[in-house]
Structures are given as structure tokens and as C-alpha cells.
């Protein structure tokens, strides 16, 4: 089963209406192969001295090939080449660094690239040609044309500059004094007044705005906001950008893409300002659905300056466009310098969590008005307030889904608002009262102690609780909503990395508890509108049993793994949730699924009817949540009053190799571990032990003592020992399918 279709069927709670304007069928393995061409295109075109041409611009940006070279080096370290012990990668820097050139795309693309490699190797040979570069644009008055710094330029050239500029000082490099102000006087100087920006925005040339020169002129505005604003008020030059927005929203176009570089330009305003949406549509979204059609390289592929610039252009789009987002920010309406009084907290601590982590990161705003998957591209969601937050029960619910799908909330009170403290302390009290009725503890919100991961996650904050104090609602595995009493997010605003250095680790250690030290998924993570056309052909019932050991976490895990198994098998699963361990609410289940974390006892009546049911060809499977030593215990101890004896399944068990009768799941093997489960266990352990066989062999039990259920939603907990969720997903559907093809047997919908 390819990750394409298990991509394309996650999609929790269908009924759900899609944001206005998304396209979000195009997966993570689409972008895969689309990547994957481009990269074989470009590197196929590299010349054995280690440079690339462009016929018949050989001579454009110096010879040979200056702009060529420059730009697929820098395209390539994008999507993710090594450049140590990467002979063709090591060809193309040294071909690189060897340009002698006046071009100031040359320039500036070089110094994008150079960022990249000195930025994580500090003694790199790079770094002298990376700061004789940034010395060179650094010149001038602001203002850049083709052969370097001028009065007049042109704005294509000082984004290529602004953006050199930027990444030369993400690598390490200091920026002279004055040259982001001049830069941002003469964008300003240069913005026409339908709010956009042109080539050059000269009068006497007469050239009007385009979404293009726009995209390039917002995004440039906010290097300078970023590089300048520092204080904690608004942006003095915010009515320029609202003006900018406001003609590229009305004048954007969805077949942007049909131009790869003004596709390369919204890819960068769209990331530097965290939106979305823009012009009411999934820039990315339909980005990566044209982009990762089949590539026709030849006549029909060329571009302005032919194919290989375009294919550069492409890949920067795709690469860059799905880097993994570690915040959502909340829209929830009304004023902005409410919900957003800090507008560039977010963006400034990712850009320090990417130069302390070195690993690229990317943020956005969502609407309250979004769907709840649209919310689930970021595992951590940011609500900010100086005023009491009004929202309906309905948004209140959204949030809650948001959080029960895998997300975090966290409420930073703007300036210690008292009154948005107040308001998210009310609202969290009995926001989850349905689950905390259910289980009968946990979902309370409650001060954090002080050895909650939450204070040493990345690194310890000392004297937590009182420098630092928080509070949180926890399902007994993760937390689900937070409240920071203190405003970390200004210091993040101010980019107050010494002075606010405790307000800067809290956010790390945030996320390295939302994501448990693992990778986190790219950005079309498989979220999607449907599951297509796949049908169901086989109903399987499953009871999910009720017990005193935290048993309904992640209520949502068996709706995945049934979207899974709809298009891998057209098997679909009829749930029963809150399942009682008695005879008559287990007859005519074809599976028992039992879940939990913490220590539990079945009375003997339960015993009595787990038993009767085993014994009349029922499947039972047991797991523990993340790997919770305190379910482990009781799990043991609930299977030995069962059955008799244990043993490991043997290699050719359909559990293990996937071939189920009829039905084929996957084989077993190179299953992909958390962070926590691989230093518990540096060899992998067998994923699952087999209890009471019957007739012909057929195991009427199935102890996963390792995390499976916990990840199928595609998120993973801090120290979860636990299988990370594709190969969650490949143990799960094997036990399905062999609950079908081995007990009680599957059933046709009716």
C-alpha cells in the first residue's frame, strides 16, 4: 500500500465542510515524486567541471553559466542534498565560489546557497566567498539594478538581495548597519498607489503593478519588519503592507504556477507572513497539486530562460512550500492588535528555532472559521489576547476537536491580560467535561508540577513553576491545552533571545513535548477533503472496551485505521465506543479492542465473559497507550488469568507478513520507531506476542505492549514509546484483517 493512499484516506470526521478555496488531495508522496524528478532533471544537467548552462545565457551572470550554477546548488540544498561527502554537491560549491562575477542575482543566489552550508559547518571554506559577497551587495543606497548597487535597480534584483541579506545573517554573517533601512525607504518609495509594486515603479516607465513584483515587495517588507522592529508595538509601516495585501488578494490568480518564478514569489510572502490563504486560496495547496503533475522535460517543460531555470524554480517552490509547521496561530476575530498584538512572535521564534535546532521550520494563521483538518497541520496552536475571548460553543468545540485529533492549545495572556487569563481558565474548566464524565479523571485543568517535562523538555528552566508558571488539561498520556500565565510570545516579538532567553526555551521545550523529539510530518501530512471513490465491501464491528484504566484516548485512532482499510481492502469498521465487558455487549463483535495507560482489575464477571467470547472465536487485541508501564502491568496480569503460557509469534504468522486469506496487509518489517521507544530498546522488540490458540493455530489474543493505538492519528506524545503512525497504522490494519479471516469473520454492510 503506497503512502500516497493512506495519505489520501485520513480524514477524520468527513462530514466536516473544507476552507473555501483549498485543494488538498495531492499527497506527501506526490510531492515525493515530483521532488524526486526535478532533482534527477537538475542534477542530469550538471556539466563535468560541476557547473550548469543554460544555452544560450551562458555568458549571463559570468561565464560559464554564473545564474544557472548558483541557482540549482541552491535548489538542490532545498530539497535537502548533503553537501559533505557528496562528490557532485562538492563539485557544484567549488564551481560555484570559482564565478567571478558583477550580477547581482549571481551574487545573491550564491549567498543563499553559501548560507546553507556555512550556516551548519562554521569553519566551512565557504564562508570567505559568502562574506566578500554579502560585503559587496551590502553597498549602496539600498537600491540594486542587474550589475550591482544603483539609484535606479529594479525591484526583481533588491528581492534577490533582501533575501540574500537575510539568509547571509541566518548563517552567521553580520549585516552592516543601515542597509536594511535604506532597503525598506526605497520599497516604500516604490509602492504604487493601487497599494502594488512593479518592475521598477518608476513614473516615467509607466509599468503597472503585477501580483508578481508584489508578492516580491510584501515579502521584502517583512525581512525589513524582522530585521528592524524589534520593539513591542505595531509596525510603523503597516499601512504599507495592508496596502500591498490588499491588491495582490484582489489580483491573485490561481494558475500563478503557470510562471515559475512568480510562483517562487508567492511561495515567499506566503511563508514570511504565515498566511494561509491568499486571495481566498490554498496557495501551497494548489501549488503542489499543478507542480506535482508529471514532468514532460523537453520542448514543452521550457520556461523563460528554458527548463532547467524553471525546474530550479519548481523544486524551491515544492521543498520549501511543505516544510513541517510547528505553530498555528489563531484568528478568533474581532480587532487584530487582540488576537494578534505580537505579529511577528511566531514568525521570530521560528526563525530561532530553525538557527538553534538547524532545522528549517515553517508557521502559519488559521480562522476559527477553518475546518479542523485545515487546524491540523501544525501540532501546536497559539491563542494570544489582551481582552476577553468571546467565542461561541461552537468554535469552543472546534478547538476541543482540534486538541482530541492530536493538536495542542496554548493561551499566552498578551501583556499578562488578567481578563483573557480569566476567560481561557472558564472556558477550560468544562470544556472537556464529556471525556472527563466518561473516564472519571484527568481532562481537569490543573497547575503543571515542577517536574513536568514541560520545564525540561530541551533544556531545564530553573525554578519553573514560579519563573514560569502554567497550567494544562491532560487525556493521562499528553497534554492537550495549556495556559502560560506569562507573556512569552513579546519576548519572541522583540526577538529578545538573551534578555527573555527563559521565554525562547519554553517555546522549545513546548515543542520538543508536542512532537516527542520525532520528526514531524510535512505540511500536506495526510490531511485531506475525502477518501475518493473507495468503497466498502466488508463491515467489521469492533468494541472498543470500557475500563478503569484511561481506556478512550485518542478517540478518534479507529477512524483513521478505518479510512486505511477502506481503500487498501474495502473493509470499513462499525465502532463501538465505551464498550462494557459483558456477554451480551460483546455478542457479535468480530474484534475487542482494548486500550489504556494506567493500572486497572476486571472483575470476575468480565473475565467470565472475555473468556466466553475468546472461546466462541473472537479476537481480542490489547495495547498498551505509548507503551505505559502501568497498563503493561495490568495487561500481564489480565492475560494470564486467561490464558495459559505466552509465546512470540512465529515469522510466517499472518499477523506478521500481512496475508490474511483473501486480504493482504503489509509485511512487518522495518517498522519506524519513536524517539522514546528507540533509546528504551535499541533493537527492535517483536511488535506483538500471540495468546490462546485454538483450532488450526488461530490466536485468539493479540498483546501490542508497545504504543500503536496512540499514533494512528498521526501524532506522537512525549516519551511515548510507541510506533511512529505509518507503521502503527500497517500493525493495526494486520489485526484487522486477521480478526476477519481467522474468528468470528467479516460481514457485507447492509
Known amino acids: 500500500m503506497t503512502e500516497r493512499i493512506i495519505a489520501v484516506l485520513l480524514v477524520a470526521c468527513a462530514c466536516l465542510t473544507p476552507a473555501a478555496g483549498a485543494a488538498r488531495e495531492t499527497a506527501d508522496e506526490d510531492i515525493d515524486q515530483a521532488t524526486g524528478a526535478l532533482r534527477r532533471y537538475i542534477w542530469g544537467q550538471q556539466k563535468e567541471e560541476g557547473h550548469w548552462v543554460i544555452p544560450p545565457y551562458t555568458s549571463r551572470g559570468g561565464k560559464p553559466g554564473g545564474f544557472p550554477t548558483a541557482l540549482a546548488t541552491l535548489a538542490l540544498l532545498e530539497a535537502g542534498e548533503k553537501f ?14 570559482k564565478i567571478k562575477t558583477d550580477n547581482v542575482e549571481v551574487r545573491s543566489v550564491r549567498v543563499m546557497a553559501l548560507s546553507r552550508v556555512v550556516g551548519t559547518a562554521k569553519k566551512s571554506p565557504y564562508r570567505k566567498q559568502l562574506i566578500e559577497d554579502v560585503r559587496w551587495l551590502a553597498r549602496g543606497g539600498g537600491s540594486w539594478g542587474v550589475n550591482g548597487p544603483e539609484q ?35 520599497w516604500i518609495g516604490r509602492q504604487g498607489k493601487d497599494g502594488g509594486w512593479s518592475y521598477s515603479n518608476l513614473e516615467d516607465l509607466e509599468m503597472t503593478s503585477t501580483p508578481r513584483m508584489t508578492a516580491a515587495g510584501l515579502a521584502s517588507m517583512y525581512i525589513c519588519r524582522d530585521s528592524l522592529g524589534k ?61 506535482a503533475k508529471p514532468k514532460p522535460f523537453g520542448k514543452a517543460y521550457s520556461g523563460y530562460y528554458g527548463s532547467l531555470i524553471r525546474a530550479c524554480y519548481e523544486l524551491i ?3 520549501r512550500g511543505r516544510l513541517p509547521l510547528i505553530f498555528n496561530k489563531l484568528n478568533y476575530g474581532g480587532a487584530e492588535s487582540n488576537w494578534n498584538f505580537h505579529p511577528r512572535d511566531v514568525a521570530r521564534f521560528s526563525e530561532y528555532m530553525r538557527r538553534q535546532l538547524e532545522r528549517p521550520m515553517r508557521w502559519q494563521v488559521v480562522k476559527i472559521s477553518d475546518d479542523v483538518q485545515t487546524l491540523l497541520d501544525a501540532p501546536i496552536m497559539l491563542v494570544t489576547g489582551n481582552e476577553a475571548m468571546a467565542l461561541t460553543p461552537e468554535q469552543w468545540n472546534l ?23 480569566e476567560s481561557a481558565h472558564k472556558a477550560l474548566a468544562d470544556l472537556y467535561l464529556p471525556q472527563r464524565k466518561s473516564v472519571g479523571k484527568y481532562y481537569q485543568l490543573e497547575k503543571l508540577p515542577e517536574k513536568h517535562p514541560l520545564y525540561d523538555a530541551y533544556k531545564k528552566i530553573p525554578n519553573g513553576p514560579k519563573r514560569l508558571p502554567m497550567s494544562g488539561v491532560s487525556d493521562g498520556t499528553r497534554l492537550l491545552a495549556m495556559i502560560c500565565e506569562k507573556d512569552i510570545t513579546c519576548a519572541w516579538h522583540k526577538w529578545a533571545s538573551v534578555s527573555g532567553r527563559l521565554n525562547f526555551l519554553a517555546g522549545v521545550n513546548l515543542f520538543v513535548y508536542a512532537t516527542g523529539r520525532n520528526e514531524i510530518s510535512s505540511r500536506l501530512r495526510p490531511v485531506f477533503t475525502g477518501i475518493g471513490s473507495a468503497k466498502a465491501s466488508y463491515t467489521v464491528n469492533v468494541a472498543w472496551l470500557k475500563h478503569g484504566g484511561n481506556w478512550s484516548t485518542q478517540p478518534y485512532a479507529l477512524n483513521y485505521l478505518s479510512q486505511k482499510l477502506t481503500v487498501d481492502n474495502r473493509v470499513e469498521l462499525k465502532i463501538s465506543a465505551g464498550c462494557p465487558i459483558t456477554k451480551a455487549a460483546l455478542e457479535g463483535k468480530d474484534l475487542l479492542w482494548m486500550t489504556g495507560s494506567d493500572e486497572f482489575t ?72 519513536t524517539a522514546a521507544f528507540r533509546r528504551a530498546f535499541v533493537r527492535a522488540p517483536q511488535p506483538m506476542r500471540g495468546f490462546g490458540r485454538r483450532r488450526g493455530g488461530r490466536i485468539q489474543a493479540i498483546y501490542l505492549p508497545f504504543g500503536v493505538h496512540d ?23 494486520n489485526v484487522v484483517l486477521y480478526a476477519m479471516t481467522s474468528g468470528n469473520g467479516g460481514k457485507k454492510p447492509e
Not at 84 to 97: D, F, I, V
Not at 166 to 179: D, M, N
Request: glycine fraction near 12%; charge should be positive.
Open 602 to 673: 476486571l472483575s470476575k464477571e468480565e473475565l467470565l465473559a472475555l473468556k466466553e467470547y475468546l472461546d466462541g472465536d473472537g479476537t481480542l487485541l490489547v495495547n498498551a497507550v505509548g507503551g505505559a508501564a502501568a497498563f503493561d502491568g495490568s495487561a500481564q496480569t489480565m492475560l494470564r488469568q486467561l490464558f495459559r503460557g505466552r509465546g512470540y509469534l512465529p515469522a510466517d504468522s499472518p499477523l506478521l507478513t500481512g496475508k490474511c486469506g483473501e486480504f493482504r496487509g503489509i509485511k512487518l518489517e522495518g517498522l519506524v520507531r
Open 84 to 97: 559533505a561527502n557528496n562528490s557532485p554537491m562538492e563539485k557544484a560549491l567549488a564551481a560555484l565560489t
Open 711 to 733: 499514533t494512528l492519528d498521526g501524532h506522537t506524545a512525549h516519551g511515548a514509546r510507541s510506533y511512529m503512525p505509518v507503521s502503527a497504522r500497517t500493525i493495526a490494519a
Open 231 to 291: 520593539a513591542c508595538r505595531p509596525y510603523r509601516h503597516q499601512k504599507t503592507l495592508d496596502s500591498g495585501w490588499d491588491y495582490l488578494n484582489k489580483n491573485f490568480k490561481k494558475n500563478f504556477v503557470s510562471n515559475s518564478y512568480t510562483a517562487f514569489c508567492i511561495q515567499r510572502v506566503g511563508m514570511s507572513s504565515g498566511k494561509k490563504f491568499i486571495g481566498g486560496v490554498d496557495w501551497y495547496a494548489i501549488a503542489a497539486a499543478e507542480l
Open 399 to 421: 478547538l476541543r476537536q482540534y486538541t482530541l485529533r492530536g493538536g495542542m492549545l496554548l493561551f499566552v495572556p498578551t501583556h499578562g491580560s488578567s481578563v483573557f487569563l
Open 152 to 186: 535606479v535597480g529594479d525591484n526583481s534584483s533588491n528581492q534577490y538581495v533582501m533575501m540574500a541579506l537575510w539568509e547571509a545573517k541566518a548563517g552567521g554573517v553580520r549585516i552592516p548597519s543601515g542597509i536594511i533601512n535604506k532597503a525598506e525607504g526605497v
Open 317 to 319: 517552490v515544492l521543498a
